[in-house]
Structure formats: structure tokens, C-alpha cells
């Protein structure tokens, strides 16, 4: 099953293509990371999964459904970069109005606070709220009846670093009971480990989608391993394998990713090593070739 599924999405303004030939799908219990410089087409792709936009070309469904109609819209939840409530409303009052909206019991709303972390200012105006609390009382909207699909811009915006630990958690949590997440970030380091697969966008474009040790892999990417040498072994073990000096006392070496185990294997057996750290593509690496190649590997 499938709970977003896009096929040659097209969106134009005017004479200008925002997005051309987009194709994807989530399923239920995925994360999606969407990747793209600013202008790539990221904003304008949820906006057309929201219903807001109309494609050019292409199709475009939820769980079945088109977007902008009532079922759809039943599914799905969104939360933009920069959230902005009533500051005279307090949470309590805020959250209690998008329950209704969303035909769901008042009573959801405490456990929805308490579980973001903002339940012990419940009754305080919005307006009194730090940046990083209005986000997370945007996120327990977000959250309110059980979305199928979650839509997150930026979510981690004006967090601190414990509370993007504490947001990530959450949210593998709501992919853990079956909800599709995609999430826009320039953060790639955080999101490098939490989610199932990458979306790199350029230029309104779908230059590369996957695992991120698939197209690590596809784009050939290699392994960076140093060694560090004991005393005086430097030289020897430059000999011996090759590589750049590093500060003198260590080398740089890399390698095909499917020969990294061997090689490592081989610098750990040998008694002039002291240390080896071995450092694999990480999501900066693969978005900044892709981003650089147009999807050319």
C-alpha cells in the first residue's frame, strides 16, 4: 500500500517549471527525507500534496485520494517552517480550536501538550511562549487525530539541540504506528540517521531518491580511513600503504566502498598502527554530489 503516490508531478508559474516530472511514493510507516537548495521546489511539492496548487501535468494522491478533497484532507497534517497562533489564546485554547476542526474530543489535547513538552504552559498565552515552544505546540497539532500522512517543513526550526533529540524520537514513534512522514530540512546531519530514505530535489528536479548507502554506493563514493601511526612508524606504514601524510604522525587513506573491511583489516593486523577511524559517505556527501551532478552519477 501506498499513502502518497506521485507520478511526473508538473507545477508551472507562468513561463516558469517549479517542478518538472516528479515521481514518488510513501508507504505507511516511512520516512521520506526531501532535500533541495532554497528554490529547488520543496515548498511548492507540499503545497500541491495540500491541495493548494493545481500540476500542469502528472497525478498526485493520497491514500487513493486527490488532493484538496475531504478524504484527503482528513489524512494529512502540516507543519510549515515558521508556526503562528493567536498570542491571547493559550495552548490549552489553541489546540482545543484545531481538535474541534479536526471532529476530535477536547480531551485529546493535555496528552498531546504533555507528550511535545509544553504541557506546564497549557494556560499561559501563546504570545508569552519561546520559538521552540510555539513549534512544538505546531507539532502537537500536527498530531492531532492520528494523521496518516505528516507533512514537515523545517520542523526542527528554533529547537534546541535536546529537543530535536526529543522531536525525532516522536516522530519515529508516529512512523512506528503507521503514518507516512516526509520532512524538508537543511539540517542533513540530524536527519541522516532518522529517516528511511533521501529525495534530493535541484532545480525542480528529482535528481536522486533512496537509501542513503544505495546511493552512496551508486554514486561511488568512498570510504575515508585514517591511521595513525605509533612512534616512528610513519614512514613505514606509508610504504606499506600508501595514502597522504596528515600532521605527520598519520595517514589518509581511501577506498572503494566494498573494499573498506579488507583494507581495515589489514592496517588493524599490522603493530605499526595505533589507531584507525573510518569515516563512511555521510548525507552531506551524497546531497552535495548529487546536488552538483544533476543526478549524474
Same mark, same amino acid.
Given at each position: ?14 513561463? !516558469? ?28 511539492? !507540499? ?7 493545481? @500540476? ?10 486527490? @488532493? ?42 493535555? @496528552? ?8 506546564? $504552559? $497549557? ?16 507539532? $502537537? ?25 526529543? !522531536? ?72 606499506? !600503504? ?56
Amino acid at each position: 500500500m501506498t499513502m502518497l503516490d506521485v507520478r511526473d508531478l508538473t507545477v508551472r508559474f507562468g513561463g !516558469f517549471t517549479a517542478l518538472d516530472g516528479l515521481s514518488l511514493s510513501v508507504a505507511p510507516g516511512e520516512t521520506l527525507a526531501l532535500l533541495g537548495h532554497n528554490g529547488a521546489g520543496k515548498s511548492t511539492f !507540499f503545497r500541491s500534496v495540500l491541495g493548494f496548487l493545481k @500540476p500542469a501535468a502528472g497525478q498526485l494522491s493520497i491514500g487513493g485520494h486527490l @488532493p484538496g478533497s475531504a478524504a484527503a484532507r482528513g489524512l494529512v497534517s502540516y507543519l510549515p517552517e515558521n508556526v503562528v497562533f493567536h498570542r491571547a489564546l493559550t495552548g490549552l485554547e489553541v489546540l482545543s480550536f484545531f481538535a474541534r476542526l479536526r471532529g476530535e474530543p477536547v480531551s485529546v489535547v493535555m @496528552p498531546l501538550l504533555e507528550k511535545v513538552g509544553v504541557a506546564h $504552559a $497549557a494556560r499561559r498565552p501563546v504570545g508569552t511562549w519561546s520559538k521552540g515552544m510555539r513549534q512544538r505546540l505546531g507539532l $502537537a497539532q500536527a498530531l492531532i487525530g492520528a494523521p496518516g500522512l505528516l507533512l514537515l517543513d523545517e520542523p526542527t526550526s528554533g529547537l534546541d539541540p535536546v529537543s530535536r533529540r526529543d !522531536f525525532y524520537a516522536l516522530i519515529a514513534e508516529v512512523a512506528g504506528r503507521g503514518a507516512a512522514v516526509v520532512l524538508s530540512s537543511h539540517g542533513l546531519e540530524e536527519v541522516e540517521n532518522r529517516t528511511d530514505r533521501v529525495a534530493i530535489l535541484s532545480a525542480g528536479r528529482l535528481v536522486a531518491q533512496g537509501p542513503l548507502a544505495a546511493l552512496a554506493e551508486a554514486a561511488a563514493l568512498r570510504a575515508q580511513i585514517r591511521v595513525t601511526a605509533r612512534a616512528g612508524q610513519a614512514d613505514a606504514l606509508q610504504t606499506r !600503504f600508501g595514502g597522504t601524510r596528515f600532521n605527520g604522525t598519520a595517514l589518509e587513506l581511501s577506498c572503494d566502498m566494498k573494499l573498506k573491511f579488507d583494507l581495515v583489516r589489514r592496517i588493524a593486523a599490522d603493530e605499526g598502527v595505533a589507531d584507525i577511524e573510518v569515516r563512511l559517505p555521510s548525507l552531506n556527501d551524497v546531497y552535495r554530489f548529487y546536488s552538483d551532478n544533476g543526478g549524474r552519477s
